[in-house]
């Protein structure tokens, strides 16, 4: 079945650093992509997204490259801020998950002015 | 645009009562989701329906729990009787009609406290 691996956090940057979050995704046929964030106490907010190979889903400064060669959808940007520190999930549609999100377990990202 | 909407946001209750939440999907949206999210257990997919009809609940953990939707803008996730460890925070999501392949949009969530 679909399965979606994230870099293991905690994550801890300072200001302007930059971010990279690892994720990595087995799934059958050409599922589509997510990054979605969740600030505390708030619910899950899309925050990009791919739907085919070779696309880069951006939002906020925020990117990422949907590249099937290597199943992977890693979350980057160049300089963040305070305000980014929140919980990162990549997600997957589609495969044998017919419907269904299949999450990772989320990295917490703490950035420090 | 209105989101997501869900009530309560927060709920007490004792162990034993039956408590009730509430979910109004974006208007359009045609598949609804309902999540639990814990330290310990992390996102899990509760149910899902599609025009109004449940497609999959295999991760309902028990009869204790229920969920319905009788029209295309509301649905309930119950539990009778409630216990300590249902205590989480349960999220709605909502998903438009372009197709399974499309992002879902999920609302603020409420969170349970069963003591």
């Known amino acids: 079945g679909n399965s979606v691996t994230q870099m293991e956090g905690p994550v801890t940057l300072s200001e302007e650093a930059f971010l990279t979050i690892n994720c990595t995704y087995t799934a059958t046929g050409y599922p589509s992509l997510f990054w979605y964030v969740q600030y505390p106490g708030e619910g899950l907010q899309l925050l990009l997204k791919a739907t085919k190979a070779d696309d880069k889903g951006s939002n906020k400064g925020f990117e990422a490259t949907y590249r099937k060669e290597t199943t992977s959808f890693h979350l980057e940007k160049g300089s963040v801020q305070v305000s980014d520190s929140a919980v990162y999930f990549c997600?997957?549609?589609?495969?044998?998950?017919?419907?269904?999100?299949?999450f990772g377990q989320g990295t917490i990202l703490t950035v420090h002015p | 645009d209105a989101g997501v909407i869900q009530s309560p946001r927060h709920e007490v209750t004792e162990m034993g009562q039956e408590v009730t939440l509430r979910c109004k999907p974006i208007s359009g949206h045609n598949s609804l989701f309902w999540y639990r999210q814990t330290m310990m257990r992390g996102l899990e997919l509760l149910i899902y329906f599609n025009n109004n009809v449940p497609i999959d609940d295999s991760g309902m953990p028990e009869d204790r729990f229920s969920a319905k939707m009788p029209n295309a803008s509301f649905s309930t996730l119950k539990i009778q009787p409630s216990e300590p460890r249902d205590s989480a925070v349960y999220f709605c999501a909502s998903r438009g009609d372009e197709g399974v392949l499309t992002a879902q949009y999920f609302g603020p969530g409420t969170r349970l406290l069963v003591l």
């Open positions: 997600a997957l549609s589609g495969g044998t998950s017919y419907g269904k999100l299949t």
